[in-house]
């Protein structure tokens, strides 16, 4: 049997580039590339629901609880099996976004989030979590403004508290996360991110070509 894949989450507020890094990190090194919400065809839905403009507006709470079943339905789907055959995942969000977004940015207590994300996700967490660090002026500048969701329309009160709850959580766990200067251009920060990832983990798996 393979030994147990690793799992690389990358945070950061929305326009930090997360999109386009978990891409080429999970390309460099031959890994499972996903991403939340929506990475499951139960978890397409869940984000139309949390996420869609157009549709009526939720609870915070009710958020909460639909990026949680996301996250469940994507551990059950698609982290999980592939953890257990051995490959290494690369995922854009993990359970960082919900501390972040429903906890500073929307003021849910964070105690309690903690102890859903960890239900939701069997207990699984990141062997790394990198938090790509960009100023919240310079990351909404990159957003599409006609084509932004539910959570990229907030204001940028809340925007600078999910990017503060970011840093508080890298903060508080030097062990499990890296932080890193997103702002960069795509190929230097590219670069940065292979680096850290193979000194926090060690050994890289090689791409197959």
Do not use: N
Not at 38 to 50: D, K, S, W
Request: with cysteine; net charge negative; hydrophobic share 40%.
């Amino acid at each position: 049997m393979s030994s147990r894949g690793r799992l690389i989450a990358l945070e950061g507020v929305d326009g930090c580039g997360k999109s386009t890094q978990a891409v080429l990190l999970a390309d460099a090194i031959g890994a499972v590339s996903t991403a939340e919400p929506g990475a499951t065809t139960l978890g397409a839905t869940l984000r139309r629901l949390a996420l869609d403009p157009g549709l009526p507006a939720i609870t915070d709470r009710a958020e909460a609880l639909l990026m949680a079943a996301d996250r469940a339905q994507h551990v059950a789907e698609v982290i999980g099996p592939a953890l257990d055959e051995g490959r290494w995942v690369v995922t854009e969000r993990f359970s960082g976004s919900t501390l972040a977004y429903q906890g500073y940015g929307r003021g849910l207590d964070l105690q309690e989030l903690a102890r859903l994300v960890s239900w939701a996700s069997g207990g699984i967490t990141p062997d790394l979590t990198v938090l790509l660090d960009v100023g919240s002026s310079v990351a909404r500048g990159r957003l599409d403004s006609d084509r932004a969701d539910r959570l990229e329309r907030l204001d940028a009160g809340f925007h600078e508290r999910v990017r503060t709850g970011y840093r508080e959580l890298a903060h508080a766990d030097p062990d499990t996360w890296v932080v890193l200067d997103g702002s960069g251009e795509v190929g230097a920060v590219a670069q940065q991110l292979l680096a850290a990832v193979s000194a926090r983990l060690g050994p890289l798996p090689k791409r197959d070509r």
